[in-house]
């Protein structure tokens, strides 16, 4: 990691700015999950968005806490207490029968948990830099993961010839997030796990960009229903 007086005052502020970028794109399915409180009932909605940010915030906690790097600390505490919410609203809202989510509910509490266990283990029970590789390379795992759940939408959009599906503020807010992280991870943190992630978290959000501009963004679909790009 380089030191922050050797920093350029621009990678400094994009170091500065990106935990602040990560709270605006968790906060997006906030007033989705509000509707579902109050209607009592999730509809269509699946859990996977949740449950995965839940499990994608722990990793990186765990991972920041090894590395001692409290940006990356910074921003997914804050995305593990909103995903922890958005889960628990989800979950008492939710038919304990429903499938589909993908799986149920039961899946995702038994299949989070597990993972953060197995990860704590690791932090625990392991020397440190081995440790803080094998959570990293797993947070990276799920991130790319999450990050491909976008490209059906835009294949849809290419073949149907309209981005109405894709939520123009959600693409922006992951667009800005993504080149925040991916300047921090190459220049200030330079750390793979950082910056690979969210090299192609930028790549897939500025392919929406392009998409919504040759299209249209159409009438918006609710940015809670796009899974989310958490990682940092």
């Not at 500065?16 to 968790?26: D, H, Q, S």
């Not at 939710?94 to 690791?122: E, M, N, R, W, Y």
């Not at 491909?148 to 123009?168: C, F, G, Q, W, Y």
């Not at 978290?201 to 940015?223: F, H, P, R």
Request: hydrophobic fraction near 50%; include cysteine; proline fraction near 6%.
């Amino acid at each position: 990691m380089a030191s922050t007086a050797d920093l350029p005052v621009w990678v400094e502020a994009c170091r500065t700015l990106a935990p602040a970028a990560a709270w605006v794109v968790f906060l997006s399915p906030f007033s989705t999950l509000r509707g579902v409180a109050r209607s009592k009932t999730v509809g269509g909605l699946p859990a996977l968005p949740y449950s995965s940010m839940v499990l994608n915030c722990s990793l990186w906690i765990i991972y920041s806490v090894l590395k001692n790097e409290p940006t990356i600390r910074y921003a997914n505490s804050v995305g593990l207490a909103l995903g922890t919410y958005y889960f628990y609203v989800f979950y008492n809202n939710c038919s304990p029968t429903a499938t589909g989510l993908p799986g149920t509910l039961k899946d995702h509490v038994q299949g989070t948990g597990l993972i953060v266990a197995v990860a704590l283990l690791i932090a625990v029970l392991l020397p440190r830099d081995t440790a803080s590789e094998l959570i990293g390379k797993a947070a990276v795992i799920f991130c790319v993961i999450l990050f491909a759940s976008p490209l059906s939408v835009l294949r849809e959009a290419i073949m149907t010839k309209s981005a109405k599906n894709i939520p123009l503020p959600f693409a922006l807010a992951s667009t800005v997030n993504t080149l925040l992280w991916s300047v921090s991870g190459v220049i200030a943190l330079r750390d793979f796990n950082v910056y690979f992630p969210n090299l192609l978290g930028l790549a897939c959000s500025v392919a929406q960009l392009v998409v919504i501009s040759m299209y249209g963004s159409g009438e918006k679909k609710n940015a809670s229903e796009v899974e989310l790009p958490l990682t940092r």
